[in-house]
Every structure is written in C-alpha cells, then in structure tokens.
C-alpha cells in the first residue's frame, strides 16, 4: 500500500496529475478545443471583472438617492438598472464559460478513460493476476468523475473566486483606507488558512472511509462471487461477519468524518462573523465621521457577501479538489504501472507462415523464489501435433502461457519458424495462435456473439460451421433463443463441456497456423470427446498443434509425447516407444486403462 497523506505526497500528486492532464486539455492539432479552452479562459476574467465593478453602480444609486438634492429621477433609475444588467451580464459571462469549456472537459474525460483502458489492456497477466479487478475497474471509473469534479470546483469556484478577491482588494485598496483591505485580506486568509488546516486534517478520515468503503464492497462481491462455495460450506454466518467487520470501520470513520465538518462548519462561520463586524463597524465609523457615504458602506458591505458566498464553498471545494487529485493520481497510477512483456522497439510485424515452436532450455518462474520450469527444450516441427502430460502443477498450463507469451521467459528462448517471440509484435504472434485455455470464461453475451469473438468479421455461416465442427449443433438446436441463448455471467449458465465446446468453435474460427489445447476436451464424455478429436484432426490438419491433455486417450496418435514433471521433461516419444520405455508414461496410461477397467465392471 501507498502512504498516502503527506504534504509531499499531495505534491507529488499535483505534479503528476498535471503533467498527464495537459495533453488531453490542450490536443494536439485539435484547434476547435485550443480554441474553447481559450475563449473560456477569457469568458471568467471577464465575467469576474464586470462582477467587481458592478456594485459601484449599487452604490452611485445609493449615493444619489442620499443626497438631498435628488431633483433627476433618471439618474439612480440608471444606476439600478445598469447594476442589474451587469449582475446578470457576469453570471451569464459565467455560465457561457460552462457551456464553451463542457466540450473540452468532457472530450478530456473520454480520451484519458480510452488511454487508461487501453493500458489496462497492455498490462502484462502478471498485474491483472495480483489485482482484484473491481479495484483497478472503480479507480478508473472515479478517476475520470474526478475530472470532472476537478474542473467544476477549480474552474468553477476556486479559480473565479481568487480573481475575485484580488480585484476587490485591489479596488478597496485603490479607492479607501488602507485598512479597509487590511481587514478583508487578514479576514479571507484566515478563513482560508483554517479551512486548509483542519481540511488537511480531515482528510485521514475521509481517506479511511474510502478504503473501508472499497475492503468492504470487495469483501461484498468476493463473497457473492463465491456464493455457491459459500453454500458448499454453509459458510454464511463467517461471511456475514467479515463483511460486517469492513463496515463497522467505514461506521467509524464516516462518523469521525461528520464531526470534522462540523468543527469545520463552525470555524469558518466564526471567522466570517468576526470579519464583518470589524469591516462593517470601520465602515460605520467612517460613515459617522463624514468621511465616506452611505454609498461606500453598501458597497463595502456587497463586496463582503459576495466574497465570501463562494468562499463558504471553498472548503468543501477545496476539499473535492484534493479529493478529485488523490483519484485522478491513483488513475494515472495505473499508466505508471509498468508492462513487463513489452514489444520491442524494433520488433517486427512477421506472418507466420509455418508454425515451428521450439522451447530452448526454457526457465521459468512467476516469482524469483520459485521457479516453474527447469530448462525445457521441445521442438514442435510445422504441421504435427505434440501433446504434454503430466501431473497437476508441473507447468504444463505455464508452458502454453509463455508460448502466448503472457510472460517471458526467465532463461532460454521460445522460437516460432525460428525467431524468438520477443522479436515479432505480440499482435502478430498472437494472430497466428489459438488457445483454448484449461479454464475458459465466456462474456454475457449470446452464443453466437462469443463464437464469433474467435473471428469477429467472419460471416454467419462461418461461424455456424465453427459450432458444427466444434459438436455444438445439436445442443443448440434444442435451446429455445438457439445461437440468442446469452451464457450468463463467465458463462456459467453453460455446463462444463458446453462451455468447452463454445472455447473450440471460437477457436477453429481464429484459423490460426497453431493451435493450442490446454485440457480442452477435459469435461467432455467420452463419445462427445472422440467426436470433436477426429474433428480437430482434420481441422488442424497442416496446422502446428501443442495438446496439453490429462485423457492420455486423446493423444495416442500424437507425433510426440512429453511427459512433464515437476518442471523437467522426464521422458519423450511416440506413444507407442514410451510404453516400451516402461516409466512414468506407462504408470500412467496403466493407471488410467485400470480407471477405464474399472468403471466398466462397475
Ligand atoms: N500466476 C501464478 N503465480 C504464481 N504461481 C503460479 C501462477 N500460475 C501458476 N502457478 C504455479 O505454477 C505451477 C505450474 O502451474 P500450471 O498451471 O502450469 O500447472 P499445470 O501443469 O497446468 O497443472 P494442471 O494440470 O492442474 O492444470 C503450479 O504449482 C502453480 O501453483
Ligand atoms: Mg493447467
């Protein structure tokens, strides 16, 4: 976990947020948005000035109908409405902003989410394995709010509101006693000062809230997720605990939270109480003295409340700024997120034409203190088949990853029609391959959507004859919505073997140069499985195929078989030579012909 919190970090956070904002406010090429954000610059300088000078007219009016002589009705009748007119004009210079600066504030949002996603996307499997997505997936759904709420309070109200306070100070310096602006600056700085402070101070309890309010909607859907498991073990009461556990944090800290802002509250209202008594009662006193006019008072006393109505909106927006840095900095966090399986610079576009693999004395490991493969060398020669077997853990998944390249190699290098897959481009590695991984997962999506994936500009028909191929055809001939039916969640609405059968078709449809089969077939029946195998044979026909299979029934016509254990390839062959070679492959297959036996005489 970051430290968040100190002065340093909000900083540096600044700093950052700056640096990755700019580029999308300011577009390259994109003279229209240059354009708006310009003229919206200008709309608030000028809407704040016209704000400064109007109440002069309020108090020339007043000044008018004061002095005895008011024989010219027109002319305080002039003032008033000319104080009305620009009152409305600087509004309206302000909301104009709004509406210019919304298309420059919007197109910001969309194209930092696009980038964001995008990297999201780049990012190797190793980070989106250590990460839960729903963390990453709200950072960058708050992330871009808080663009949002950046500009609203930054443009809106702060920004503004300093202009403001510059050009009153100045104007009161300009036209009164010195220490008419005295008092209003010491009474805004304090203001400011304190609502800064006790801010800072605060914000341990609104960071606290945050976190809680994550751990505790993570516990939420983690145990939701796992509902049937949960079920398994009747569990419930342990979850009810834990989740209830994360919220009586969130309790604490929300209610830590409410009692800072009212201390904040409080403070500011003091503060703004003190200010104009002492402001206004100079001014009385002047007033008393002859030495300014009714006028003057009015306009001192508009100043003060038009200071400080946005300034009571200063700690919350100030508040919603930090806040709104903190997000958009743990957003831009992720694009600091390093991609280890990067493209190189110079890595080439290359058609893979044959599909050879060769695994050359290939270490491995996910993390430095263990490592998965000892130095594996296979060749998969073009067009033939080669199956890995061999017990559960041994790194047989782990070696079609790397093919896949989801991770590099530690040692050694992995080869495809003799180059090494860290020369070529992953996009055109990846072309050229088909997996269907141990455990597939489908989107929410209808049947044919999630087929069609596997190639998505491939026609109809096409994808119809994947399904055919892949033995889908008669289950879903018997599904009301047939190719309509949406397969639920990760297609958990799909039995095992379905799903499976949906991973093949969108996986014949890719018409890659090699296949790849982690345990495909694996929930199939036996009959289901042949089937789709003399299918697949002839599929893959003159297509380079690696079958990681646990049925070692499936794989008897395999050109090799590698039996992998423990991350060392202990023993390779034909089918045929390692049963003569009497070792692990033969334990095996007796084990698995003895299962067979059994399960016949049951
Ligand atoms: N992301 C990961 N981080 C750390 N260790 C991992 C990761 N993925 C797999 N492993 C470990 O690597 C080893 C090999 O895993 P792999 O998935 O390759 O096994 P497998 O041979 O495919 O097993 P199975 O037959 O059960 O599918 C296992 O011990 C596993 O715990
Ligand atoms: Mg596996």
Known sequence: MKNFGTSSYTQKAKLNVVKYLLPHLWPKGNWSLKFR??????????????????????????????????????????????????????????????????????????????????????????????????????????????????FRFSTFNILPTFIEIFLVLGT?????????????????????????????????????????????????????????????????????????????????????NKFGLALLNSGQAIIISITLIAVLLSCGYEVYRKEMT????????????????????????????????????????????????????????????KGNITFKNVVFSYNPEREILHGVNFDVPAGKKVAIVGPSGSGKSTISRLLYRFYDVTEGSIEIDGVDV??????????????????MVLFNESIFYNIQYGRPEATEDEVFQAAKNAQLTDFIEMLPLKFDTTVGERGLKLSGGEKQRVAIARALLKRPKIFLFDEATS??????????????????????????????STIVDADEILVLDKGHIVERGTHKALLKKKGHYLNMWERQSDENKESLDD
């Open 422 to 439: 860290r020369e070529i481009t992953q996009k055109s590695l990846r072309k050229s391959i088909a997996v269907v991984p141990q455990d």
């Open 37 to 150: 954000l310009i003229l919206s610059i200008l709309c608030v300088l000028a809407g704040k000035v016209i704000a400064v000078w109007v109440p002069f007219f309020y108090k020339k009016a007043i000044d008018v109908f004061d002095s005895a002589d008011t024989q010219i009705i027109a002319v305080p009748v002039f003032f008033l409405v000319a104080y009305g007119f620009s009152r409305g004009l600087s509004t309206g210079l302000i909301e104009l902003k709004e509406a210019i600066f919304s298309r420059v504030e919007q197109r910001a949002v969309r194209s930092v989410a696009l980038t964001v996603f995008r990297h999201l996307h780049n990012l190797s499997m190793r980070f989106h394995m250590d990460r839960q997505t729903g963390s990453v997936t709200r950072s960058l759904e708050r992330g871009t709010k808080a663009i949002e709420t950046f």
């Open 172 to 256: 009161v310096f300009y036209f009164y006693n010195w220490y008419f602006s005295v008092l209003i600056g010491i009474g805004i700085f304090t203001y400011i000062y304190f609502t800064l402070k006790i801010t800072h101070w605060r914000a341990q309890f609104v960071r606290k809230m945050n976190e809680e309010d994550n751990i505790s909607n993570n516990k939420a859907i983690e145990s939701l997720i796992n509902f049937e498991t949960v079920k398994y073990f009747g569990n419930e009461d342990h979850e009810y605990e834990r989740y209830d556990r994360a919220q009586k944090l969130y309790e604490e800290a929300a209610v830590q």
């Open 523 to 552: 929930s199939l029946d036996t009959k289901t499985e042949k089937d789709i195998q003399d299918k697949l044979n002839q599929v893959s026909k003159n297509h380079t195929t690696l079958v990681i299979a646990h049925r070692l």
């Open 294 to 353: 009714l006028g003057d008072l009015v306009l001192i006393n508009t100043y003060l409340i038009q200071l400080f109505a946005p300034l009571f909106m200063f700690g919350f927006a100030y508040r919603e700024v930090k806040r709104s840095l903190v997000e958009m900095e743990h957003m831009f966090g992720l694009l600091n997120e390093p991609v280890d399986v990067q493209d190189k610079k110079d890595a080439q576009n290359i058609d893979i034409t």
